[in-house]
């Protein structure tokens, strides 16, 4: 029977050489990776049956990027992921929809032989359907408006203003739609945002409708609430490897948002003191 195929991931290069060395005497085949962007070259090119990373690695990426890629480039792989950090318990559940198993370093080699052989007999759990956050928000765009609209129900000072609730709906489905435009493009976060007319447009009918600034910002503030509930419900789904990203980039788009309406709500307030 061929050794089973270990790739070691870990940028402590004396962890690394040790704990290959430890697995070698235990007749398992060993790969070593002392970064992320190496990890990712050898499993584009070869195929391994375990992956045992580190969860905190330096530089772009982290040992659930290495997950994320071991899953799309071989689904039946068994994926381990070794943590520093004992607290990890507190996120383990959601970090567990991406891999198999977490263990504490440092771990008594014998436990981590056991744990290995123990996954490869169970096997890998059934692939799981992954979406891109775009993908999500697109999906649930409707459910997320009304999630949002009950949230703004309960503030008084908003609800002071009697709109219906196409007007205070409305122009979400282009915040939508250009929040998964903005997903799926490549500015960069912090980068000159995107022109959005209904962004404009937007600021100049809340003033149109008597809101107050602050209204606007409290509407923007759940507006974020709302996406980051549907995207926490959503969880077992999203690549974890990008989550963070496009939750900055999420924020940031619908700031930009905020920040054009309120340049027109501005430019609506001052036309207001012009003489007719």
Request: glycine share 4%.
């Amino acid at each position: 029977m061929p050794s089973t195929r270990i790739l070691l991931v870990d940028d402590d290069e004396v962890i690394r050489s040790t704990l290959g060395e430890l697995l070698q005497q235990h007749e398992f085949h060993v790969a070593e990776a002392g970064s992320v962007s190496e990890a990712l070259k050898l499993i584009s090119a070869n195929v391994y049956d375990v992956l045992l990373s580190d969860l905190h690695m330096p530089g772009p990426g982290d040992g659930l990027t290495v997950v994320s890629a071991m899953r799309h480039a071989n689904p039946l792989a068994v994926t381990i992921l070794l943590s520093a950090f004992p607290e990890m318990d507190a996120a383990s559940h959601a970090i567990l929809l991406q891999t198999d198993q977490i263990l504490v370093k440092p771990m008594d080699v014998t436990t981590l032989v056991a744990t290995i052989r123990e996954r490869l007999a169970i096997g890998a759990p059934p692939t799981r359907p992954i979406e891109s956050v775009a993908t999500i928000l697109e999906r649930t765009s409707e459910t997320t408006i009304g999630e949002w609209y009950g949230h703004i129900q309960r503030d008084s000072k908003v609800m002071s203003i009697p709109l219906s609730y196409e007007e205070r709906t409305g122009y979400l489905h282009q915040v939508f739609l250009d929040l998964i435009h903005r997903l799926r493009s490549s500015i960069p976060i912090g980068g000159k945002e995107l022109t959005s007319k209904a962004a404009a447009e937007h600021g100049r009918n809340r003033r149109r409708n008597g809101y107050s600034a602050a209204m606007m910002v409290e509407e923007s503030r759940m507006l974020q609430v709302s996406v980051f509930h549907t995207l926490q419900r959503n969880l077992a789904r999203i690549d974890f490897s990008l989550l963070l990203t496009d939750v900055m980039t999420i924020a940031d788009e619908i700031d930009s948002q905020l920040s054009q309406a309120m340049e027109n709500y501005i430019e609506e307030s001052k036309n207001d003191l012009l003489p007719a």
